[in-house]
């Protein structure tokens, strides 16, 4: 229990777009709860000015929707940046008092689950207007540099991996941790198996792969659930989130099973045989708590392909690349000995560390005069066992844009990562003024368009699944379309 007669308080801040951040929140307060903590939760899209969030949401969906190949270059030209664009540090300047008035007078600790607010924690601790500490955890298993905050005293990883990627852009605190997942994820006996597939209607005795997308039913899971069938291996079981349009087309397709939103997800699991992912989120940890074999597929642009890459570096889900390569991955998790290496790293992923709640508790236990700004402090020590990075001297895990491990590849060459526009010539002819002040209103509507859509991209970076391919539209259709509005001078 807490040092003192009455519990102390925790602030628990995360972002409402896709379970992922809001699944680790709520594990978090939980688990909290549990120590005796009070806990505040906020959705940092709420803290955002001028109800900017649900705006910025919006913008998101349809940049992803439309144009996920300028996601992913906006997010590769963005994850090895040190600090965030102009456009982005002035919104979230916007949010710093709305944050600061989250936090009531008997809170320890306030701690992130999403990079925007822990942007905006870390500059009210430099600042001096915070005065308790403020403390990341990383929810994602490969971490873009929004993540990483100056001003925050301890950034909480999962896994090795995530934490020298985190050290490696300059992080305070950096400390592995372990992960969380909801108690119910854990290994089925075989009456346990057959029980769930007679509850959702399964075959008994087929092998069944788990088809997931996010929250959001996100990303080319036709493609993925047709492949998978097409194998021979094993049936797709296929869940689509709140997306009831893929659900739709899946049976369409002739997929057998297809769910919506599943309540029960545990039990889905425990009647699988493998699952299939194709974002590295909260759902892949879930199943390596339930000693489900993961293998990644199709991914998602942006932190999906470098959380997949991530996970294949730490030997916890092998990252499918070709089409080809499925059907020989499969029949190696299902029926191989890779299988039961894979189920033994993930259930050891959770026993050899105990998961980011000691880490927070020690930190709002010990004393506020301890704990300097941006570091982690001296005086309150971890959990006997955690490693502490802070000062470790941790070989490079930098990735390139397409997220496979090695050097970094060049950026794109325009602003924001954007295709570079060449230059207009030094002798263009006169306008007349009202043409003149027409062309000016144009660019500055595209300057706009690509500063909006940057911000949207750069923020939701960390927020769960991007919605490419998320209507199972052609991207480069839905590409050349925002395009075409960006750069038609005729607009």
Known sequence: MPHSDSPHRITVISASMGAGHDGAATELTRHLTAAGFLVDRHDFLDLLPARIGKLLSGVYLRLLT??????????????????????VRALLRGAERRTLATVAPDTRAVVSTYPGASQVLGALRLRGRLAIPALTYLTDFSVHSLWVAPGIDAHLAAHAIPAAQ???????????????????????DEDERRAARTRFGLPPDTPLALLVAGSWGVGPVREAAAEILGTGVALPVVVCGRNQALAERLRADGISHVHGWVDDMPGLMHACDVLVQNAGGLTSLEALAGGLPVVSYRCIPGHG???A???DEAGLAPWIREPDQLAPTLTELLHGPRG???????????????????????????????VRPGRQSSSTALPAGTPDLSTATIPSQRRPADGRA????PRAGGRFGLPARPGRPVEAPRLPVA???????RQARRRTALMVAAVAATLSLGIGAPLAYAYGESPGHHFGALTHYLEDDDR
Do not use: C
């Open 435 to 441: 043409a003149r002040f027409a062309a000016r209103s």
């Open 305 to 307: 392909r470098t959380n």
């Open 406 to 409: 090695g050097t970094p590849g």
């Open 340 to 370: 039961r290496v894979q189920r033994e790293a993930g259930l050891a992923l959770f026993t050899t560390a105990p998961g980011p709640v000691p880490a927070v508790t020690a930190m709002a236990r010990g004393p506020l005069s301890a």
């Open 309 to 311: 890459a991530a996970l």
């Open 66 to 87: 439309w144009a996920p190949a300028g996601y992913q270059r906006i997010y590769a030209a963005t994850e090895h940046e040190r600090r965030p664009n102009p456009a």
């Open 166 to 188: 985190a050290h490696e852009q300059g992080a305070a605190g950096v400390t592995v941790t372990g992960p969380m997942a909801d108690p119910r994820f854990t290994p089925a």
